[in-house]
């Protein structure tokens, strides 16, 4: 498992990315054959913070405020271009699911985003 953290000084907002592997990676059937792992692997992102909820709402079409996606939601959606689901767990925490040969683009997508977000709390825009 591969961890990888984000933090922005400004936003507090923190994104741990966990790259879950399959079983099937761990065991050895070359003296068999060949064996591919077409299941699909994911990747979670847990996103947490006082301003994850602006961060998001940039990037996707759903509204992600406390009173209209509440804690044990979930919800399908893009992320710019890219498909996702997203669990609210907690007040200031969103579970982000995706593909993991898109972990890449979605963390430039996040970053992108709160980037902007932080410049405009640093300039009052």
């Given at each position: 498992?591969k ?5 922005w000084?400004?936003?507090?907002i ?13 065991v ?50 893009s992320?710019?271009h ?18 993991r ?19 405009r ?5």
């Amino acid at each position: 498992m591969k961890i990888r953290d984000f933090s922005w000084r400004r936003s507090e907002i923190v994104i741990r990315i966990f790259c879950i592997n399959s079983a099937l990676d761990r065991v050895k059937f070359w003296k068999f054959g060949v064996l591919t792992d077409q299941s699909d692997a994911w990747v979670t992102l847990r996103m947490s913070g006082d301003l994850i909820e602006d961060a998001l709402m940039g990037l996707c079409p759903v509204d992600l405020r406390m009173k209209e996606f509440k804690r044990g939601n979930v919800v399908r959606t893009s992320l710019q271009h890219v498909n996702v689901t997203l669990h609210r767990v907690g007040p200031n925490t969103i579970d982000l699911y995706g593909f993991r040969s898109m972990a890449q683009t979605i963390c430039h997508e996040l970053k992108s985003s709160l980037t902007t977000l932080n410049a405009r709390i640093n300039h009052n825009i």
